[in-house]
């Protein structure tokens, strides 16, 4: 259990991963000072690089259930639906990953140019797996209609993530959803 990472012990050393995979960050993370003084700027891609053969799985598998719906049950609008869901995994799999620049800062969390503030956040939560290759910042805001963000953080040093935000927001376990896993081991 040596890899495991205890966040909440601020004496901890962590060493970031390799950068396997991803776009470098700007600039490696630096001792963080207690005050609110100091900004934490990252950059990388905003989501992973897709896994080709999964994709293709999942696509053949939303094609071949279009099609068992059509040929036992004669249901277009079912078999338009998975179809469609097929060629949309396709289509987003095709797409090159933008990269995004991302900061903390004493009054907002700053993803490109839309800005998170504090007071429309509830909570955070750093998920940090080096087994998995699961290095996020999850935030979880107070908007109904989208209650997670999810930042990667590409080789920051999550302890110092986790001390600059516990100024401004309480930590809470955020769960992964169904959706939300598939879509880290699709990568789209």
Known sequence: MAHIIDLKNR?????????QGFVGHDQPAAPLPLNNARIISWSGQLRYHPNV??????????????????????NIITTAFFALVGAVIMLNSRRKPEIGR?????????????RHTYPDMKSFWIEYDQELGIQELSLQLKKWYAPYVKIPIYG?????????????LPEIEHKDSMVEILSRKLGI
């Open 156 to 168: 920051q040093n999550p302890v110092q993530l986790r001390l600059a935000l516990l100024e401004f």
């Open 11 to 19: 004496n901890q050393h962590v060493n970031p991963p390799s950068e």
């Open 53 to 74: 053969r999964a994709i293709v799985i999942a696509a053949v598998i939303f094609f071949g259930i279009a099609t068992l719906f059509q040929i036992f049950q004669r």
């Open 102 to 114: 991302f900061e903390i800062n004493p009054a907002a969390v700053m993803i490109n140019d839309v």
